[in-house]
């Protein structure tokens, strides 16, 4: 990878609504995509692809990172973002979604929406005429995938194939757990989810896992046994519960995982890899799915991680917006007028 060509010089979709969606050669493409303009951007140089183009968010929850990520990224490329929080527009009470897409897409160049339920993100790539970005449903947190990606190829571990690194996700099987299952498996690594039998990655996701380990090397598996965690590369894990089991008391997730799948020192010594990193969506619930000493210790790249939420924004609105390809050509005149 020279980090300016891509397979793919338009999207094969024009929405990105599940990593599931798309092949091994088109995340690279994002990836690739996202890597060359943060490396771009972090020397100095600057950016207008995205010149006079708006960003429409709609959120149905709250966010900090998919939030932020996406408003500066825009900004960076010299677009606009439009934060359209819960209750702040018509979406819900008087208008369908179906309605709101139409209109969205009237006055904006692409829509990126956080939604309670899947059906109704595939419903707003349905109706609205511009791309649209699930900025997480229930079931998949795509950006965060690519975000999460991109943090292990900046930690790729030393001397390593793709079919030699062991990424185990503890805990609940939540939408990042799902999304890292499929990006994972896509580059053909090695994932297991490490979590209770009652919180297990759902069948179809750990099959389609699967499928993708056949196709591109690797493996996916579920187990509760802690020998799993044996040469692992990276752990990763997500909040025991809050988003979207309202009904479900604390107490009850924390007698699920407390304490077997609590991420503390001795779960990192059980991987017996020193160099093993530990990554987390965030929020986290501190000294609950992981501890202070973990989360704010040398082998913890969850910031890293954080950041690299803008990283994949700014690449994914650029390819989504169909401004990769000549954006990357920009950055390499720039290069290579610079070398002479
Ligand atoms: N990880 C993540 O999606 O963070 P936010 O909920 O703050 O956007």
């Known amino acids: 990878m020279d980090g300016f060509t891509l397979t793919h010089k338009q999207p094969t979709r024009k929405d990105f609504i599940d990593t599931a969606d798309f092949d091994q050669s088109e995340m690279l493409d994002i990836i690739t995509t996202a890597r060359t303009v943060r490396d771009f951007i972090k020397s100095g140089g600057y950016l207008n692809s995205m010149y006079h183009k708006n960003l429409a968010m709609i959120f149905e929850q709250k966010s900090t990172r998919t939030r932020v990520s996406f408003e500066v990224a825009m900004e960076q490329l010299g677009g606009h973002a439009l934060n359209l929080a819960p209750g702040a527009i018509q979406l819900g009470k008087h208008e369908t979604i179906e309605d709101t897409a139409r209109v969205l897409a009237r006055m904006c160049d692409m829509i990126m929406s956080r939604v309670d339920r899947h059906e109704s993100i595939e419903a707003l790539a349905k109706y609205a005429t511009v791309p649209v970005i699930n900025g997480m449903s229930d079931k998949c947190h795509p950006t965060q995938g690519v975000g999460d990606m991109i943090t292990i190829f900046d930690h790729f571990p030393a001397g390593k194939q793709m079919n030699q690194v062991k990424v185990i996700f503890v805990g609940d099987a939540t939408q990042v757990c799902n999304t890292l299952c499929d990006m994972t498996t896509k580059m053909g690594m090695n994932f297991v989810h490490y979590g209770p039998q009652n919180h297990k990655i759902d069948d179809a996701v750990l099959l389609a896992g699967q499928q993708n380990a056949q196709r591109y090397g690797g493996s996916a598996n579920w187990s509760d046994d802690p020998e799993c965690l044996k040469g692992a590369d990276f752990i990763y894990t997500d909040v025991w519960y809050g988003l979207y089991d309202k009904e479900t008391p604390k107490e009850v997730y924390m007698a699920d995982f407390y304490p077997k799948y609590q991420v503390n020192d001795q ?31 040398a082998n913890s790249v969850a910031w890293d991680e954080a950041e690299n939420r803008l990283t994949a924004q700014r690449g994914l609105v650029l390819y989504f917006g169909g401004m990769a390809e000549v954006t990357l050509d920009y950055i390499k005149q720039q290069k290579e007028g610079q070398n002479r």
């Open 267 to 297: 779960m990192m010594a059980a991987t017996g890899n020193p160099q093993c990193k530990f990554m987390h969506c965030l929020p986290a619930s501190r000294n609950e799915e992981v501890t202070d000493s973990v989360l704010d210790g």
